[in-house]
């Protein structure tokens, strides 16, 4: 079986875990390599509903072996809610999950920086979920972080924790009036972080084929592509990279390992916080997307911003990960629209664009160039497969292939694992076994 990476194409929000609990029977293992708990990912099936937000998806699916890569920086309290809510609900988490030792952990000093800062721009919020990822990163990056691996040695990781919040404490002197984490508070996360210890482990070398050469990955890629610290559009980001090629690297295995990518997309497209987002709908039409696709962030509640699906971005995201095949989620939310639009350039001034410019100042003032299809209006709710779609449903789908080059091999038409197309085409066919595809 080839390792796949699956990675949002949008702002986030797509739908990802959905597509990793339908597709991770196929594999053994299912790894989430990048962010915190500042991503949200919802899985239903049945009148069952789960959200997740450091625990990789597959931990729904028996079998698999979850890992949380060094890419990802960890908040203790966070995850040990999050463990706690799972096993409450019948779900073995404990003897499946591997912690990387290299992962970063959120302090309370850093949830605090985060709000101090948010609270405190000039210029206005960059939208961040306040949980202390990006002051983490930076933690990391300036090697004055915490290293998850320290819990096992607890003397040694109490004296690193209080000398990490002494200096974030005297960061947070720069914001007047800013929190500062109490001793009890830091004491409570003391606690959960070391109880975490029996679940930590070397992920790298966990994964790495001569341990198993039997082993399948599956990497869990959490925000968007369009959140990348790199590609994305900067400083409306998240703090880590979102690309797939940084998948298998950031878990400490050569980029060769990827042996294919499936990028979600939503039928239209959302955006939580701040930034540029040029499809955008501020009308009734806007607020009928976000009221029938339930769009709210699985972290925060926060409304999602919504509007028309932007091929630009969308084939950008697909040049810049090497997407391989589509899932498209929710088709059914667009059953009602009488027209629907896609952004197939841009205007910026007098220049028409192809691409999506490279600073967010164009990309904030360019002017989307719309195509409009006649919409179906009949109800998509639950089909499961392709041909009893409505025939202008299947066009609408067929239009988002041609744009983008590749093929729609999973479509999504409701929110539980059960109201799924799954077309077996390649690359799907090559990725995974037959009884899976039927």
């Not at 298998?248 to 050569?254: S, T």
């Not at 449903?393 to 409701?414: C, K, Q």
């Not at 694992?417 to 037959?434: G, K, Q």
Request: hydrophobic content about 40%; aromatic content about 6%.
């Amino acid at each position: 079986m080839a390792n796949v990476v699956v990675i949002g194409g949008q702002w986030g929000d797509e739908g990802k875990g959905k597509v990793v609990d339908i597709l991770c029977p196929a594999f053994t293992d299912i790894v989430r390599f990048n962010g915190g708990n500042n991503a949200g990912h919802t899985v239903r099936f049945g009148d069952r509903h789960f959200a997740l937000h450091i625990v990789p998806s597959g931990i729904l699916q028996p079998g698999c072996r979850c890992l949380v890569g060094p890419g990802v920086v960890v908040d203790p309290v966070g995850l040990g809610e999050e463990i706690r809510s799972l096993e409450e609900q019948g779900i073995s988490v404990r003897p499946r999950l591997v912690l990387s030792s290299r992962c970063h952990l959120v302090l309370p000093g850093h949830r605090a920086l985060d709000l101090a800062r948010e609270g405190s721009r000039p210029g206005g919020k960059l939208g961040t979920t306040g949980k202390g990822v990006g002051p983490t990163y930076e933690s990391r990056a300036a090697r004055t972080g915490v290293r998850l691996g320290t819990v096992r040695q607890p003397r040694r990781f109490r004296d690193a924790v209080l000398a990490a919040s002494q200096d974030l404490e005297r960061l947070l002197g720069a914001f007047p009036g800013a929190t500062v984490p109490t001793s009890a508070e830091i004491d409570r996360w003391l606690e959960a972080a070391l109880a975490l210890a029996p679940m930590v482990g070397d992920v790298a070398t966990a994964l790495h084929p001569s341990s198993e050469p039997s082993r399948s990955i599956l990497f869990e890629g959490a925000q968007g592509t369009l959140l990348d610290l790199d590609h994305g559009s900067y400083p409306f980001v998240t703090s880590s990279g979102c690309l797939a090629g940084f998948a298998a690297p950031a878990c400490g295995l050569p980029a060769r390992t990827i042996g294919g990518v499936l990028g979600v997309f939503k039928a239209y497209t959302t955006r939580v916080g701040s930034g540029p987002f040029p499809t955008e709908l501020e009308d009734a039409m806007g607020e009928h997307l976000r009221r029938r696709g339930n769009e709210f962030g699985t972290t925060t509640g926060r409304p999602r911003r919504t509007g028309w699906f932007d091929a630009v971005a969308a084939a950008a995201a697909m040049r810049w990960n090497g997407i391989e095949a589509i899932a498209l989620t929710k088709l059914d939310v667009l059953d009602e629209v009488a027209e629907i639009r896609l952004a197939v350039r841009y205007k910026l001034g007098s220049e028409e664009l192809r691409e999506l410019p490279d600073d967010s100042d164009d990309l904030a003032h360019v002017e989307p160039v719309y195509e409009t299809l006649p919409g179906w209006q009949a109800q998509t709710s639950g089909v499961t497969s392709f041909s009893r779609l409505p025939e202008r449903a299947r066009s609408y789908v067929e239009r988002l292939e041609e744009l983008l080059g590749a093929p729609a091999v999973m479509i999504s038409t409701g929110p539980r694992r059960e109201e799924t197309i799954l077309r077996p085409v390649p690359p799907l066919r090559d990725w995974l076994p037959d009884d899976l595809l039927r």
